[in-house]
């Protein structure tokens, strides 16, 4: 069946440092592919997706590729900040119209100053 | 536009108790989710409608998980009796194919059994 797996967290960075978090998955057919953050006591929030091999999903300074040779999804952003602080969840949906999303397990992320 | 609104946000109850969350989705929109996440996991899809029908309930616990959408918007997930296995946060999601499929969380109904 589809899957996905996240790098464990956490992960503790300094300000301003680059960020990496790796996602790999597993799926029959071409999935979409998302990334979701949580703020603490916060719900899930789309973060950037991609839907099909090759696409870059990019939003607030954070950029996911699409890679189909590889079935990675890493995300990265080239300077954290503070405000970053937060829990991140790659996940997939079957392309199909209403699909539901599997998620990963999420890796926190602390940022400090 | 208005998001996923779920209520209550906070639940305590005790083991074999009972307790139901409301979720109103997105307006217009046709699907909607019920996820349970687990503290330390990513969220499990519980069930999955279309308008009123359910598509896909494999993974929720029948003998003490119910949930319904007699009208096709809001949805109501029901735990009977609950085990303090089931403490976790409830999500709701919503989406609709003209958005792009993306699916959009309300905040969440953080259940502690005790």
């Known amino acids: 069946g589809n899957s996905v797996t996240q790098m464990e967290g956490p992960v503790t960075l300094s300000e301003e440092a680059f960020l990496t978090i790796n996602c790999t998955y597993t799926a029959t057919g071409y999935p979409s592919l998302f990334w979701y953050v949580q703020y603490p006591g916060e719900g899930l929030q789309l973060l950037l997706k991609a839907t099909k091999a090759d696409d870059k999903g990019s939003n607030k300074g954070f950029e996911a590729t699409y890679r189909k040779e590889t079935t990675s999804f890493h995300l990265e952003k080239g300077s954290v900040q503070v405000s970053d602080s937060a829990v991140y969840f790659c996940?997939?949906?079957?392309?199909?119209?209403?699909?539901?999303?599997?998620f990963g397990k999420g890796t926190t992320l602390s940022v400090s100053s | 536009e208005a998001g996923v609104a779920q209520s209550p946000r906070y639940k305590i109850i005790e083991k074999r108790q009972s307790v139901a969350f409301w979720c109103n989705p997105i307006s217009g929109h046709a699907t909607l989710y019920w996820y349970q996440q687990i503290l330390g996991q990513g969220p499990k899809l519980l069930i999955q409608f279309q308008n009123n029908g359910v598509v896909d309930d494999s993974q929720l616990p029948k003998d003490r998980f119910s949930a319904e959408r007699l009208k096709g918007v809001d949805s109501t997930l029901k735990i009977q009796p609950a085990k303090l296995e089931d403490s976790a946060v409830y999500l709701c999601?919503?989406?609709?194919?003209?958005?792009?499929?993306?699916?959009?969380f309300g905040e969440g109904s953080w259940l502690t059994v005790v």
């Open positions: 996940a997939l949906a079957a392309n199909q119209a209403g699909t539901a999303l599997i």
């Open positions: 999601a919503s989406s609709q194919p003209s958005s792009g499929n993306t699916i959009y």
